[in-house]
């Protein structure tokens, strides 16, 4: 791990290190006490269960609610443990550590201020929790796309899965999918109906409008002094972010000294094979010689590898040089290149500029003024309805590879006849 | 979330009304058996799906009529009026001055086309009242000429349009031994194409429901009003609010939630009493059931013998079954129960209809009728493949 930088004058101030701690708590969601990080730096087991939720908070990307406070303290600390891997996280120790919470406070401190020291966590974890005034909706896939939701454990299938079953699964699903997209329109004509009811309402002119939360807050007092009191909770951690960025050098050298007390790390080869965090309990010597079987396996693999690859080119060198050879391969490449052209051109199409990421707050407008900044539905959809028939084509073609595939199988067995579901 | 009707042909509407007249005055009981914001949130619920609100208050069902004459619908229309308490809108009708005497392909490939938009306009405007569309609810006959042609035409209309809505057919199954001498053939185009486009078929039999006339309720002339009222009744009582297990502390936004993956036959008259278990068995097996309870000491009523797994398809890890309760009583009726079941109850009648529709094509009786218009041998063919696989999955269970 790097050691950061830092400005020595900053620490110099009394008082200054609790101050950096508090702010840094109370930035994170559900941050633990100032004592914890004190006491994580001297390795104190009673640190280690709080700071194993922290890092659990802040590498799970579900929101915060009631179904993750009752997940076990293991298997909170095992997702954590494959997060960081995941991650990158250089330090062997945390994949070792017991998941009980009985030792490694002093690890996890580390991990946390390699997280910090990585990307804005307070600020990503302010963004995730906040409390949206108008009515929004997100036009990029980024979110959807970067959720990694924690791997499930893998299911074996027992024996072979009667495929009516899988038949019924999927009419659920189908089922299910339809409920959806109807109720989405169902809330997409109340929306409308509050923004075009509410015309004028609103002291923004350029809003022009209230959007739910806003006409909630008129019609339910009480709910708006609670909405009060949540925005009330979300400046106080903004101020808490700002505060912990200014404080934020005393913090790193701080940790420098967190880090000095630690045993030095050995060395990370270049070569050493990649470790999976679940690590079996076993003695250390145990552990080199796995080690050393590891790596003696590595390099057969290399020296196999290596005569493959030197017998297939010399075979592909003798039939890769034929005029037919070298036509089909000609005529494969400008298919590939004609089909990817013109993916991306449907693409870019109708596009214009990229859409901005992240969420956008809907706004009824009668005239067409709109603002440069602004998105308007149309253009949206129109990008959106073409992203949508190249994805039809492609869905097309692919169904026509499947039907030429069943027929060639189909027509393999003579004599018997497929008759196939009625198609839907 | 409201439902949009489309009522077709003479049976559709005839039926249609008898639904919402159900729907209505049960919502309007006094002797609902509950408390009186249970009530209120009831009549709420049932409005919202079901009517949509008028200046005078009023309310007008959420519905399109759609026949080839106008004989049936200004009757309904007039009937709806006469009431007082509800009505049809004024433009939610389409009809034209001739029928297609039961001739299914007339219906499917000339009527359909022919006034297609004015059709899908009708349903885009009722579509558009709604705030939320939960589905459509679609009531035809399966072996008359204009219902079942054209309702095959529009239920795929409908599945094109509004691909993301439910669609629940509701089709009335004819006679065994029908008046209409093609109604085989008829009924088996409609079976197939329903099955492609449509997400749930809820089957009536007549005949079924004939002998619940004549036999728990004593009715020495059954008319096909009797019949359609006691279908209304059914309907009526599947389709009022309930909780689910899910969501007790409100009804059920979505009345067309059902989880049906196959169509779902129904079966098991509505009982004035508890719903008490003499089935054999190994007599059916079912994909999914629903039972619904209304009325008193819903709570404390015991479905546990409906959860039987040897009620149910192997390949179910868990059994679809579902209750669905409410104390607000139904039309009276201290205690009632509903069984919505897709199960093999419905296979040994259409595998009779397929075999006599067999048999009369292998000879090309009256094909000349449909081919005609449109509809080739090829078109039987494959609906004949499509209901043979039906038959099989349904057997295989």
Same mark, same amino acid.
């Given at each position: ?79 954590? *443990? ?110 409308? *109906? ?120 010399? *075979? ?109 | ?68 004459? =106008? ?108 008046? /209409? ?48 009222? /006691? ?85 179910? =890890? ?35 209809? /397929? ?43």
């Amino acid at each position: 791990m790097r050691r950061r930088r830092v400005d020595p004058a900053a620490g110099a101030r009394a008082g200054a290190l609790p101050e950096a701690i508090a702010a840094l708590s109370r930035s994170l969601p559900s941050g633990p006490r100032p004592e914890i990080f004190r006491r994580a730096k001297f390795d104190r087991p009673e640190a280690t269960s709080a700071l194993w939720q922290l890092l659990f908070r802040v590498l799970s990307p579900l929101p915060a609610g009631n179904a993750l406070a009752s997940i076990a303290l293991e298997v909170q600390a095992r997702l954590v *443990k494959s997060a960081l891997c995941s991650q990158g996280y250089p330090r062997l120790a945390l994949a070792q550590l017991p998941e009980d919470g009985s030792q490694g406070s002093r690890e996890l401190l580390l991990a946390l201020s390699w997280l910090l020291a990585r990307g804005p966590v307070p600020e990503q974890m302010l963004a995730q929790t906040r409390v949206p005034l108008g009515d929004e909706m997100t036009v990029c896939q980024c979110e959807a796309l970067a959720s990694l939701v924690p791997p499930a454990p893998h299911m074996e299938a027992e024996g072979p899965v009667d495929v009516r079953h899988v038949q019924w699964l999927m009419g659920k699903l189908r089922f299910r999918w339809r409920q959806l997209v109807s109720s989405q329109q169902e809330q997409c004509a109340l929306l409308s *109906k509050i923004h075009l009811y509410t015309r004028g309402c609103h002291s923004d002119q350029n809003l022009g409008h209230l959007s739910v939360t806003e006409a909630e807050m008129l019609r339910d007092p009480e709910g708006g002094q609670k909405l009060l009191r949540t925005l009330e909770r979300e400046s106080r951690r903004l101020e808490a972010v700002l505060a912990w960025r200014r404080a934020e050098p005393v913090f790193w050298q701080w940790m420098d000294t967190v880090l000095g007390t630690c045993a030095p790390e050995a060395p990370a080869a270049a070569s050493q094979p990649t470790f999976l965090p679940w690590v079996p309990e076993c003695g250390d010597g145990e552990l080199e010689l796995v080690v050393r079987e590891l790596q003696t396996l590595e390099e057969e693999l290399r020296e196999a590898v290596e005569r493959r690859r030197v017998a297939w080119e010399a *075979k592909a060198r003798g039939c890769g040089r034929g005029p037919e050879w070298s036509a089909a391969r000609r005529a494969s490449r400008e298919t590939v290149e004609k089909e990817l052209g013109a993916l991306q051109r449907c693409w870019e199409q109708e596009s214009g500029p990229a859409p901005a990421h992240g969420p956008h707050r809907l706004v009824r407008r009668e005239d067409g003024a709109a603002g440069d900044r602004d998105l308007r539905a149309a253009e949206l959809i129109r990008t959106l309805r073409s992203q949508e028939a190249c994805l039809e084509a492609v869905l097309r073609q692919l169904q026509g590879q499947c039907r030429q595939e069943l027929a060639r199988l189909a027509g393999a067995l003579p004599g018997l006849i497929w008759i196939l579901p009625p198609g839907r | 979330m409201s439902i949009v009707t489309v009522q077709l042909g003479q049976c559709g509407n005839q039926i249609g009304f008898e639904v919402f007249d159900a729907l209505l005055s049960d919502s309007h009981s006094s002797q609902g058996l509950c408390c009186k914001r249970e009530n209120e949130a009831y009549q709420a619920s049932c409005k919202e799906r079901f009517f949509s609100e008028e200046e005078n208050g009023v309310p007008i069902a959420r519905a399109v009529l759609v026949d080839m004459e =106008p004989k049936v619908i200004n009757q309904t229309l007039s009937k709806a009026a006469q009431s007082g308490r509800w009505k049809y809108g004024q433009h939610a009708c389409f009809c034209q001055k001739q029928g297609s005497g039961n001739n299914w392909a007339y219906g499917y490939s000339v009527h359909g086309p022919r006034h297609e938009e004015s059709i899908m306009n009708l349903i885009r405007k009722e579509v558009e009242k709604c705030d939320s569309v939960s589905g459509f609810f679609i009531i035809m006959s399966m072996a008359g000429g204009t219902g079942s042609g054209i309702g095959a035409f529009v239920t795929q209309n409908l599945q094109d349009q509004y691909s993301n809505s439910l669609k629940m057919n509701q089709i009335i199954w004819p006679y065994g031994t029908g008046e /209409v001498i093609v109604q085989n053939y008829n009924s088996i185009l409609t079976l197939s194409h329903l099955y492609r486009s449509s997400d749930a078929l809820l089957v009536h039999e007549n005949d079924a429901v004939h002998k619940i006339c004549a036999k728990l309720m004593n009715i020495k002339q059954i008319s096909f009003s009797d019949i359609n009222q /006691v279908l209304a009744h059914q309907l009526g009582s599947v389709f009022q609010p309930t909780y689910s297990a899910e969501s007790s502390f409100h009804y059920r936004r979505n009345p067309l939630g059902i989880d049906w993956h196959v169509r779902p036959p129904l079966s098991g008259p509505p009982s004035l009493s508890k719903m008490s278990l003499n089935k054999d068995l190994h007599f059916n097996t079912s994909i999914a059931n629903l039972v619904i309870l209304r009325g008193k000491d819903v709570q404390s009523a015991d479905v546990e013998g409906f959860k039987d797994p040897a009620l149910y398809t192997s390949w179910l =890890p868990v059994n679809a079954f579902n209750v669905w309760k409410t104390q607000r009583a139904f039309s009276k009726y201290e205690k009632s129960a509903v069984l919505v079941s897709n199960s093999q109850f419905l296979v040994k009648p259409l595998d009779m209809i /397929v075999g006599k529709a067999w048999n009369m094509f292998a000879s090309k009786a009256y094909i000349h009728q449909y081919t005609k218009f449109g509809i080739e041998e090829e078109d039987f063919l494959d609906s004949f493949t499509s209901l043979e696989q039906v038959v099989a999955s349904y057997c295989n269970l």
